[in-house]
C-alpha cells in the first residue's frame, strides 16, 4: 500500500511541478508583457524555446500559424497552446488564466480609478522608454522564427509578396490563408495529387478570407438594454468571431457599443482601447474596461470571461491537430505557408512600431542597446523591458 502510494506521488510530482512552472511563467508575462501580441510572442519564444527548451522553433511556428487561423487575441492563444503542450487540458488553463489575470486585474484598478476619479492615468514616461526595446525584442524573435520559416527559395519569396501585402493594409486572413493555399496548391502540383482540390479552395478563402461573417455578426446585434447577460453575450460573440488586432477590436466595438447600442460614448471607448494598448497582457482586456465602467466588478468579471472563453475552446480542438498536419505533405504545405504569412505580418507590425517608438536619438539608443544586450548577452527581456520603462519615466520627468 505504501508503494503504490509513494509511485502515484512520482507521478503526479512533476506535473505539478510543471503546472507550478507554467503559472510562475505566464503571471510574470501577464505583469510584465508590454507591446502588443507581437511583443508577447518574442517575449514567450525567448522564454520556451530558448530559455526553457520546451518547444523547438518548428514547434513554435507551427502553434503561432494556427493560432492566427482562429478567431481571437493571438498571444493568448499562445499562451493557451503552450501550456496545452507542456500539461495537457490542466496547463491549457493554467497558463490562460495566468497570462489573463494580471493583465485583467491592473485594468480594473484603471477602470475604477477611472469612474472614480473621471480620468485615466496616464504613462506617457512609461511607454516611450518600453516602446524601443519592445522593438529589439520583437525583432530578435523574428530572426529565429525566420530562419526556420524562411527555408527555400519559394519561402522567401512568398514572405516578400506576403510583406508587402501586410504593408499595404491587406487583410491580415487574406495574407495567411492566401501564403497557405499558395504553397498547398503548389506541394500538389509537386506531387501532381490533388492539384483540382487545391486550385478549387481558392475561391472558397477569397470569399471567406475578409472577415465578413464577423462583420455581419456584428451588424445584427440589436439596439436592447444593457444586462450583464447581454454584455456576456456580446463579448462572447467578439471574441468568437474576432480576427485581427487592436484596431479591428476597436472598430467591431464601435460600431455596436457606440453606434447601435449606446452603451458607450466615443471617448469612453477610445479610453477603454487605450488602456489596453497601454498595459500589460492581451489586448482584449479593453473588455475588462468595458465590463466595469458598464456594470462594476460583476461587469468587469463577465466582459473578461466573454471574450476568453472561446479561445480557451478553439485551443482545445485546434492543439492536438498541429502534429497531424505536419504527417500529411499537403497540410504540412499549407501551414509552411500560413507560418510565412504569421512571420510577415509580425514583421510588419514591427515596422508601424518601430515608426512610432524610435522618435528621438534617446530612443534610439534604447533600442540599440537594448538588442545588443540580448543578442550578446541573453538577458531576459522582462528585465529589459522594466529597465526601459523605469528610463522612460527617469528622462520624461526631468524634461
Known amino acids: 500500500m505504501g508503494e503504490s502510494i509513494q509511485k502515484v506521488e512520482e507521478t503526479h510530482a512533476p506535473r505539478r511541478d510543471v503546472l507550478r512552472e507554467l503559472a510562475l511563467l505566464f503571471l510574470r508575462l501577464g505583469t510584465l508583457a508590454m507591446g502588443g501580441p507581437a511583443a508577447h510572442i518574442a517575449m514567450m519564444e525567448d522564454e520556451v524555446v530558448r530559455r526553457r527548451k520546451w518547444l523547438t522553433h518548428e514547434r513554435f511556428l507551427d502553434m503561432l500559424g494556427v493560432c492566427n487561423l482562429i478567431p481571437g487575441p493571438n498571444s493568448t492563444e499562445m499562451a493557451i497552446h503552450i501550456g496545452q503542450q507542456q500539461a495537457g487540458m490542466a496547463g491549457l488553463i493554467v497558463a490562460g488564466a495566468c497570462f489573463i489575470l494580471p493583465a485583467a486585474a491592473i485594468v480594473l484598478v484603471i477602470a475604477w480609478m477611472y469612474v472614480r476619479f ?9 511607454l516611450y522608454g518600453i516602446k524601443p526595446v519592445i522593438i529589439a525584442v520583437v525583432l530578435q524573435a523574428m530572426w529565429g522564427l525566420g530562419r526556420v520559416a524562411i527555408r527555400s527559395k519559394m519561402l522567401a519569396a512568398l514572405a516578400i509578396v506576403s510583406l508587402i501585402a501586410a504593408l499595404l493594409d491587406v487583410n491580415d486572413l487574406i495574407v495567411l490563408l492566401g501564403g497557405g493555399v499558395s504553397m498547398l496548391a503548389i506541394r500538389a502540383f509537386e506531387l501532381r495529387t490533388g492539384i483540382g482540390a487545391a486550385i478549387a479552395a481558392i475561391p472558397t478563402v477569397a470569399t471567406r478570407a475578409p472577415g465578413a461573417k464577423g462583420i455581419g455578426l456584428a451588424a445584427a446585434a440589436a439596439a436592447i438594454p444593457f444586462s450583464l447577460t447581454t454584455l456576456f453575450l456580446f463579448f462572447l460573440k467578439v471574441g468568437a468571431v474576432l480576427f485581427g488586432s487592436g484596431y479591428v477590436l476597436l472598430a467591431f466595438l464601435r460600431t455596436d457599443l457606440v453606434d447601435r447600442l449606446r452603451w458607450l460614448t466615443e471617448a469612453q471607448l477610445l479610453d477603454a482601447v487605450a488602456v489596453g ?13 468595458i465590463g466595469y465602467l458598464l456594470g462594476g466588478f460583476r461587469g468587469a468579471v463577465v466582459a473578461t470571461l466573454g471574450i476568453f472563453l472561446p479561445s480557451f475552446f478553439f485551443v482545445s480542438i485546434s492543439g492536438p491537430l498541429i502534429p497531424n498536419l505536419r504527417r500529411s505533405a499537403l497540410a504540412g504545405a499549407f501551414l509552411d505557408g500560413v507560418n510565412v504569412g504569421a512571420w510577415a505580418l509580425m514583421a510588419a507590425v514591427t515596422l508601424f512600431l518601430a515608426r512610432a517608438a524610435i522618435v528621438d536619438f534617446t530612443t ?6 537594448s538588442a545588443v544586450v540580448l543578442i550578446r548577452y541573453r538577458m531576459n527581456s522582462a528585465w529589459l523591458v522594466i529597465g526601459g520603462g523605469l528610463i522612460g519615466v527617469a528622462v520624461t520627468t526631468l524634461h
Open 118 to 126: 473621471g480620468t485615466m492615468p496616464q504613462a506617457v514616461g512609461l
Open 277 to 289: 494598448q497601454i498595459t500589460p497582457g492581451p489586448v482584449f482586456t479593453t473588455a475588462t474596461f
Open 364 to 369: 534610439l539608443v534604447l533600442a540599440a542597446a
